[in-house]
Structure formats: C-alpha cells, structure tokens
C-alpha cells in the first residue's frame, strides 16, 4: 500500500507542475488523466488490491486524487475559455454603434389600399385591374355617359387622342375605375363580384384638395336577387372594419349615370367625433363614397338580361380613406417623395 501512496503523490506533483499552452494540451491532458484509459481510472482500479480493512481510508484518498485532477482540468480550461474571449474583446469593441439598416415603409396609400382590398376580399370579392390608359367606350360610353351627356363634366377628362386627330377611337386617361366594371362585364358573366383598386386622372389644378392624379377602389356585384339592402350592408360591413365599430353612416341619395337609383355614403366624422371640424366642414359628416343599383341600361350594354339580374356598384377615393385614417391634410403630400412624411405609416399589410 506504501507504493500506491506513492504513486499518488507522485501523480499529484505531475498534475500540479503541468501546465498547458493551448486548447490542444488540456485535451491532451484530459486524455492522460481523465480518459476512460486514464490514470486516474487506473489508480481507482488498484482499490481491488486493498485490504478490507484499509478500504475507507484509501477510498477516501483516491477519491481526493481523483477530484484533486478533475479540479486541475477545470482550471486549465478556463484559463483558455477566458484566452478565446480575450482574443475576441480585443479585436471587437461591442459598444461601437451598429450600422443603421435602413429599412423602407409601405406609402400610406398603399397601405390603406391593401387593407381595403382584405376587406372586401373576406366578403368574397375578388380583385381586377384594367388599364389606365382607356378608349371613351369603357370610361363613359357603356357606363351610359354618351357623348354630350352633360355628366362628363363631372370629371375633366386628359384626352390622349380625339376623333378629329385622325381615324379610330377616343383615348384618354381614365377618370374612374368604373372603367374596369366595364371591361369585367364585358368578359365574365355573372354573378360577377369584384373590386377594382387603381389610379385615375381629371384635369384638375393641384392643390391641398384637388390632385391631377388619385386613387379608386371600386365595387360591382351582379347576381340574381341583389338589392340595395345588400348595397348598405356590404358598404357598412367596410366602414366598420376599416373605422371601428363606432362610426356612423348615413346615405344621400345622388346622381351618377350607370346607377339607379343612386346615393352617397357618409360616416360620422372621426376626426371631431361629430362635435364640427375642417374636415367635415362643421358638418359632422364626411362623403366617403358614391354607390348605387348598377343602371339596366349597363347591364344591356354587356347583354347581362336586366330582368334577370340586378347589381349594385360603389367607387370611393383611397385619398379620402386614408386622410380620415391618417388625418393627413393636403393632397400634395402624397406624391411629394417626402421621407420624413413616408416614414410615420407603419402597417402589415
Ligand atoms: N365613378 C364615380 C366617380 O369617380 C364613383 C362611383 C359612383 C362609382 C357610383 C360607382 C358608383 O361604381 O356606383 O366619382
């Protein structure tokens, strides 16, 4: 038993002189020591050849051996953990500022665009888009706006390219998205139940209120049975998703020439909650909106059968809904490419 106390201390005095000079040797001394062919195993291995009697009191040392190199590879393992942190600190300083990454905004218009459309989406209506550039059949034409209809001037129009230019139709820039009713009935039969979001054009003067350029959601539905109540609902199913459950609405009855009966929707303003602001001129409303029963003499323009069939359409200005949303003010803003403007609208959509 002399010769395995000596063993130890010897052992002991190695492991306690060694020292390693990387990552490397600590394993290496792992290995050598604390392996499963170790000498610590080894040693433990020689508590067989011990008397009984004897047992506990080498147990007890051999136990101490065996925690006394356990403890040794501890501490020359954190001595190169610490070694591999240190080389990182010195080449990386963590407090420096990051480099910005600048990340783009939807446009506002856009936005409220998209959340229009997921709107009228779960009602089962589906998007479509037409061109904006029109011949004068699909902008006023089959939307019973004939040429001298004194209607026209409800929209000053961009003409691209008149009768007396040369041969061939009308071209102009379109003034509604109505433009796309015509052009869906024109290819699909109904029931027909879709919306048309995009830009259209007057000839107006810009400024805070009037722009030369705007945008349009549309909506046509046409199946059998449709009524003016489904009209209401629908229009104020959108104003409830879009404003909250809170806002009011009220319809006015108008003229617009593909529709008959016509009428104009407001909701109570959100801006003075009724109580009379700008926005509302004092009024506590605000014209969303123009809608009515698709006019039969549309339908028969497609040879949709007006006695079959009746349809209900409405068109509303994304500006508009995005202005009482936003409460932005001046039109301008819009499509001035102003960062700081473009950059307070955040949204998933
Ligand atoms: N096209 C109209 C405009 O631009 C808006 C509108 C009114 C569209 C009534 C419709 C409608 O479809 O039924 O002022």
Redesign the pocket.
Known sequence: MESLLQQIKEHKAAIAAFDANNADEVEQFRIKWLGTKGLVKAIMGEMRNVPNEQKKEFGQILNEFKLFAEARFQELQDQFAGAATAAVSHSQDFSLPGDPVAVGSRHPLTLVRNEMVSIFKRLGFSVAEGPEIEDDWHNFGA?NLPEDHPARD??DTFYIKKPEDGNGPTWLLR????SV?ARVMENQKPPIRVICPGR?YRNETVSARAHCFFH?V???YIDENVSFADLKQTLYFFVQEMFGKDVKVRFRP?Y?P??EP?A?MDISCLICEGKGCNICKHTGWVEI????M?HPKVLENFGIDSNKYTG??????VERITQLKYQVNDLRLYSQNDVRFLKQFTGVV
């Open positions: 939307m409800m929209q003034t509604h998205t109505s009713q259209v349009q549309e909506g046509l108008s617009f593909f529709t016509s104009e909106l123009g809608s009515g698709v209900f359409a409405f068109g509303m200005g």
